[in-house]
């Protein structure tokens, strides 16, 4: 039994397993460029730990363009939405030297009902897009690592 452990070990430790999940500190780019919704992109770069790089030798870019949409899908018989919807999609371009390496389009949505209190209503949105901008920045990661 200590035989197969001290294997197990050996080899996942000899080949260079590393988990994805690994804050390699802050990850360098010579250049950040942000469309669509700056609060969102800025949001996703924190929690990314990105950082602009001017001293890089090779000049590689990354590109976020995110769109976030709270829409009413369902309404009551008076009218009023009784179900929202928050989708957020961000596309995640890579350059280096002005070539495309890496572009994925990563998309997240989050069904919930509507609150009466409009101000609860309004900070429960605000958890939602915090919560969905955490789903997608560890997509982001794992894009970014791989």
Aim: hydrophobic fraction near 40%; include cysteine; charge should be positive.
């Amino acid at each position: 039994m200590i035989k197969k452990i001290f294997l197990l070990f050996f080899f996942i430790t000899a080949c260079g397993y590393q988990p994805l999940y690994v804050n390699k500190s802050e990850i360098k780019f010579g250049e950040i460029i942000v469309l669509g919704d700056k609060q969102v992109n800025r949001k996703i770069i924190s929690s990314l730990a990105l950082k602009k790089d001017q001293s890089n030798s090779f000049k590689n870019q990354i590109i976020f363009n995110s769109k976030i949409e709270i829409k009413a899908t369902s309404r009551d018989s008076k009218g009023k939405p009784s179900t929202f919807q928050t989708k957020l999609d961000v596309k995640v371009t890579i350059k280096e030297n002005n070539k495309i390496v890496k572009e994925k389009i990563f998309t997240e949505s989050f069904n919930y009902s509507n609150i009466e209190n409009k101000y609860d209503l309004s900070s429960y949105q605000n958890d939602i897009e915090k919560n969905l901008i955490n789903k997608l920045a560890e997509d982001i990661i794992i894009f970014i690592n791989l």
